[in-house]
C-alpha cells in the first residue's frame, strides 16, 4: 500500500475562518455491519462489488446507454439507473430490484429529456432535468410524474428531515443558492433559501457538503487553489486556502469522513483534516492515475464513502482510499481491484 504524510497549512489561524464544528463520525463499516459498492462495468451493465476487495458480486445487463447515475430507495430494495442516449440529448431511466447485494434484471421506469439526474427518497424518485425547455424538477411516485417545478439544476443535493436540500447555481450559473423542495400531497414545492454569493469561476464549480445543525462546508475554486468557507445561520464565512495551486480549474465532488473533509478535482483527492491543534488545515494529496468525469451540468456521483475509505471513480477504475481514524494516515487500499469497475457509484447497506 502506498502512503502519504499530511502537510500542515499552519498559516491559517482561526482568525481566517470561524473554526468549524467537529464533525460527525462518519462510520458505515464495523463487525456487525455489511456493506457493499454499486457501479457500473466496462461494458454498461449495473455491478454489486466487494466495498474492501472490488470483486464483482453480481450484475444486471446495461439498456445500451452510457451510464450517467445510479441511486437506491431508502430501503435498499431498488436501484435507479440513468442512462445518456448517444449524443446526450435524453436517456433512460431504468429500474433495478436488490436484494441482499443481488441485483436484479433492470426494466424501463421513464424516458428523460435532455441530461438529468437522480435522486431517490421515500417520497419517491426526484428527477432533475436540463432540456431545451430549462431547468425543471419532478418525483416519479408510483409510476407516475408529479407536475414539474421549474427551477435550477443542483450542483449537489442532500436529504434534511422531509426536504431534498439543494446547493445550485442559480437559473443564469451567476448565484450560488441554497434550494428546499418538499413533495406534499399538493405536488412538489421548491423554496429558495441562503444567498451564498457568487461563484468564483464561471462555469461554476462550487460544492456543498452538509454538515449538523443545517450548517455546512463550501467548497470553491478561487485564482487557481481550492477555497472552504464554513455555512451557518448566519450566513458564509471567510475564505480559507489550501494551498494546493496553482491550476486547479474544477470540484466535482465533495464529502465528509470521520474528522476529514474529502474534495475531488478532475484527477486528485485531497484529504483535509479540519480543525487542527495548531488551528490550521492538514491536506494530504492524493493522485488518482486516472481523469474524474466532469460533472458540469449536475452533481457528480464518482466519490463515495465506505467505513474508513473513500472510493473513487475515474476512466482508469475506481480507487480505494483509506482515511485511518487514529492517526489521520492516508493511503491507496492497494488490495482493492478496481481496474474493471467505473462510475457512477454509491455505497448500499447490506440489511441483516
Known amino acids: 500500500m502506498t502512503r502519504w504524510s499530511v502537510f500542515m497549512l499552519g498559516v491559517f489561524g482561526v482568525s481566517a475562518c470561524r473554526e468549524p464544528d ?6 458505515i463499516s464495523s463487525a456487525d455491519e455489511v456493506w457493499y459498492g454499486v457501479g457500473f462495468g466496462l461494458s454498461g451493465e449495473v455491478v454489486v462489488f466487494d466495498g474492501k476487495t472490488g470483486a464483482v458480486t453480481s450484475s444486471a445487463e446495461g439498456g445500451g446507454g452510457t451510464p450517467r447515475d445510479v441511486t437506491v430507495d431508502p ?16 436517456g433512460e431511466s431504468r429500474v433495478c430490484p436488490l436484494d ?24 419517491g424518485l426526484w428527477v432533475f432535468e436540463q432540456a431545451t425547455y430549462g431547468p425543471r424538477w419532478k418525483v416519479l411516485r408510483e409510476g407516475t410524474i408529479a407536475k414539474g ?11 434534511e428531515g422531509d426536504r431534498v436540500e439543494v446547493l445550485s447555481y442559480g437559473v443564469s450559473d451567476d448565484r450560488l443558492t441554497r434550494l428546499s423542495g418538499t413533495m406534499t400531497e399538493n405536488g412538489l414545492f421548491v423554496t429558495t433559501g441562503l444567498d451564498l454569493g457568487a461563484p468564483a469561476l464561471l462555469p461554476p464549480t462550487a460544492r456543498f457538503v452538509p454538515l449538523p445543525s443545517e450548517s455546512g462546508l463550501l467548497w470553491d ?51 483535509v483534516e479540519l480543525g487542527a491543534k495548531n488551528g490550521g488545515l492538514g491536506v494530504t494529496s ?6 474524474v468525469r466532469r460533472a458540469g451540468t449536475f ?23 483509506v482515511v485511518e481514524k487514529d492517526d489521520g494516515s492516508v493511503f491507496v487500499e492497494d488490495s482493492f481491484d478496481g481496474s474493471h469497475l467505473r462510475g457512477p457509484l454509491l455505497v448500499v447497506r447490506a440489511v441483516n
Do not use: Y
Open 149 to 159: 417545478v421549474h427551477a435550477p439544476r443542483p450542483a449537489s443535493v442532500w436529504r
Open 221 to 271: 475554486v478561487v485564482g487557481g487553489d481550492v477555497a472552504l468557507r464554513k455555512v451557518d445561520a448566519e450566513g458564509v464565512g471567510a475564505a480559507v486556502m489550501l494551498g494546493v495551486g496553482p491550476g486547479i480549474e474544477r470540484i466535482e465532488a465533495a464529502e465528509v469522513i470521520g474528522g476529514a473533509a474529502l474534495v475531488l478535482s478532475t484527477n486528485t483527492l485531497w484529504v
Open 299 to 321: 452533481f457528480s456521483r464518482d466519490l463515495v464513502t465506505a467505513g474508513d475509505r473513500a472510493l473513487v471513480a475515474t476512466d482508469q477504475g475506481v480507487r480505494a482510499i
Open 100 to 123: 441482499a447485494g443481488v441485483v436484479g434484471p433492470c426494466a424501463h421506469a421513464a424516458w428523460v429529456d435532455g441530461g438529468a439526474a437522480l435522486f431517490a427518497t421515500d417520497e
Open 286 to 291: 492524493v493522485a488518482l492515475g486516472g481523469e
Open 22 to 27: 467537529p464533525l460527525e463520525v462518519k462510520q
Open 75 to 90: 430501503d435498499g430494495a431498488r436501484l435507479w439507473v440513468l442512462e445518456e442516449n448517444e449524443d446526450a440529448s435524453g
